[in-house]
């Protein structure tokens, strides 16, 4: 059974910095895309960042240049690197994990994935 943990987030002020962690189990395919997603209150919920087995990476626009999606495959760890925050990134973020070639753009950033984790939330005050 593949589970996803969220952990790390918190609350920061306008131009902080956070980091957020999703550890993964029983997810054992060696080809993947593994992301983050978000989902504000009221609003729907949106990819923010991916990146498949290969390393390749991808990011929504708006947090280009200040999220860094990374992982630790010895591990089975994703991370999400946010720097410069402001308060439109306050939202709950999931974790994620999927086939690989839900990585392409036509697919993240319109569909999902299949697995999630239950969250964690980040609140940023300007």
């Known amino acids: 059974q593949v589970q996803l943990v969220e952990s790390g987030g918190g609350s920061v002020q306008s131009g902080g910095s956070l980091r957020l962690s999703c550890v993964a189990s029983?997810?054992?395919?060696?080809?993947?895309?593994m992301g983050w997603y978000r989902q504000a209150p009221g609003k729907e919920r949106e990819g923010v960042a991916v990146i498949d087995s290969d390393g390749s990476t991808d990011y929504l626009d708006s947090v280009k240049g200040r999220f860094t999606i990374s992982q630790d495959k010895s591990k089975k760890m994703l991370y999400l690197q946010m720097t410069n925050l402001k308060p439109e990134d306050t939202a709950m973020y999931y974790c994620?994990?999927?086939?690989?070639?839900?990585?392409?753009?036509?697919?993240?950033?319109?569909?999902?994935?299949?697995?999630w984790g239950k969250g964690t939330l980040v609140t940023v005050s300007s």
């Open positions: 029983g997810y054992t395919v060696s080809s993947y895309c």
């Open positions: 994620a994990a999927g086939n690989y070639d839900y990585c392409s753009p036509s697919w993240w950033r319109q569909y999902g994935m299949d697995y």
